[in-house]
């Protein structure tokens, strides 16, 4: 895939991991202490406490290697300025016109030789003909 | 033409065309591309195929305008932004949690932003495409060159062989 499609599809990426992080961390979250008038939640330790723990930091550590991804795509642009591309375009062109000119030259001197060669092998096979004595 | 209904009848130029089997002539013309903007189902296009700028869709612009911009630090800027608001977001879901809203649309923002320079490099990969192709096709004319020239010496070679054969039988 070209490199600004792979940008595309990695800001897309980010972006699916800011959501699923975000929501994951809000359903999951306990519930937490209001005020000092209301007792503590209930907190049941369980195997889904220890899953709640660890979520934050893959969820994390995954975010920030998608960031540091995307700058290394964004390093890797070969850019050049708008001028610099459209000389080159130019010079390509005139370029192209020339060796297209050569080539054709050429072309039309090889079917002359060909067309001189063609009758050449007709005379040659006809004296071929005339000369051979019929039995 | 001018009926803004929402289901307006098919136009009835087709009764201009019943004798455009005996005489092609004698029908109308069809009418010619049509230029600039029109309108379509109450919705206006353009023609002119071009990137609308982001103030045209009602967005902010986040990064500096100009007729060049750095993509590459602009990009990179960006993304801190974006780790920034991530950040900013997880932080006020703890403490302020009703005052969601108006971070999340600062990061909906950077998403925008970041996409339309992405979409605005565009161009510059067509140009880039152009001059892959215009190389590729002048490395193609040279290599016939050369094989034509190539032939034609070859071509030259036998006739002379062949010539000196004919003169060693003759002679």
Request: charged fraction near 25%; charge should be negative.
């Given at each position: 895939?070209?490199?600004?499609?792979?940008?595309?599809?990695?800001?897309?990426?980010?972006?699916?991991?800011?959501?699923?992080?975000?929501?994951?961390?809000?359903?999951?979250?306990?519930?937490?202490?209001?005020?000092?008038?209301?007792?503590?939640?209930?907190?049941?330790?369980?195997?889904?406490?220890?899953?709640?723990?660890?979520?934050?930091?893959?969820?994390?550590?995954?975010?920030?290697?998608?960031?540091?991804?995307?700058?290394?795509?964004?390093?890797?642009?070969?850019?050049?300025?708008?001028?610099?591309?459209?000389?080159?375009?130019?010079?390509?062109?005139?370029?192209?016109?020339?060796?297209?000119?050569?080539?054709?030259?050429?072309?039309?001197?090889?079917?002359?030789?060909?067309?001189?060669?063609?009758?050449?092998?007709?005379?040659?096979?006809?004296?071929?003909?005339?000369?051979?004595?019929?039995? | 033409?001018?009926?803004?209904?929402?289901?307006?009848?098919?136009?009835?130029?087709?009764?201009?065309?019943?004798?455009?089997?005996?005489?092609?002539?004698?029908?109308?013309?069809?009418?010619?591309?049509?230029?600039?903007?029109?309108?379509?189902?109450?919705?206006?296009?353009?023609?002119?195929?071009?990137?609308?700028?982001?103030?045209?869709?009602?967005?902010?612009?986040?990064?500096?305008?100009?007729?060049?911009?750095?993509?590459?630090?602009?990009?990179?800027?960006?993304?801190?932004?974006?780790?920034?608001?991530?950040?900013?977001?997880?932080?006020?879901?703890?403490?302020?949690?009703?005052?969601?809203?108006?971070?999340?649309?600062?990061?909906?923002?950077?998403?925008?932003?970041?996409?339309?320079?992405?979409?605005?490099?565009?161009?510059h990969q067509a140009r880039a495409t152009l001059i892959h192709i215009l190389e590729r096709q002048i490395q193609q004319r040279k290599q016939a060159?050369?094989?034509?020239?190539?032939?034609?010496?070859?071509?030259?070679?036998?006739?002379?062989?062949?010539?000196?054969?004919?003169?060693?039988?003759?002679?």
């Amino acid at each position: 895939m070209d490199i600004i499609s792979q940008l595309q599809e990695q800001v897309n990426a980010m972006a699916l991991l800011a959501l699923n992080t975000f929501g994951t961390l809000q359903r999951d979250a306990p519930p937490v202490r209001l005020s000092p008038n209301y007792p503590e939640p209930a907190t049941n330790p369980s195997e889904e406490t220890l899953d709640i723990a660890e979520q934050p930091k893959t969820m994390s550590a995954a975010l920030v290697q998608a960031a540091k991804k995307f700058d290394a795509l964004v390093a890797a642009l070969p850019l050049s300025g708008e001028e610099a591309q459209l000389k080159r375009i130019a010079e390509l062109q005139a370029e192209n016109e020339a060796v297209g000119l050569e080539l054709q030259k050429q072309l039309e001197s090889a079917e002359q030789e060909l067309k001189q060669v063609q009758e050449l092998f007709n005379q040659a096979a006809d004296n071929c003909l005339n000369l051979k004595k019929p039995d | 033409m001018a009926t803004s209904s929402s289901y307006p009848p098919p136009p009835p130029y087709y009764r201009l065309y019943k004798d455009y089997i005996e005489d092609p002539e004698s029908a109308p013309e069809p009418p010619p591309p049509v230029e600039g903007t029109y309108p379509l189902f109450g919705a206006t296009y353009t023609t002119d195929d071009v990137l609308p700028s982001l103030e045209d869709q009602g967005v902010r612009q986040l990064y500096p305008k100009g007729p060049n911009i750095d993509f590459k630090r602009e990009l990179t800027a960006l993304n801190r932004e974006l780790q920034l608001h991530i950040l900013e977001l997880a932080d006020v879901l703890v403490e302020r949690p009703s005052q969601y809203a108006r971070r999340v649309e600062d990061i909906s923002l950077i998403f925008k932003n970041l996409h339309h320079l992405l979409n605005s490099l565009r161009p510059h990969q067509a140009r880039a495409t152009l001059i892959h192709i215009l190389e590729r096709q002048i490395q193609q004319r040279k290599q016939a060159v050369e094989d034509i020239k190539r032939r034609r010496e070859e071509a030259q070679r036998l006739l002379k062989e062949s010539l000196q054969t004919l003169d060693g039988h003759q002679a």
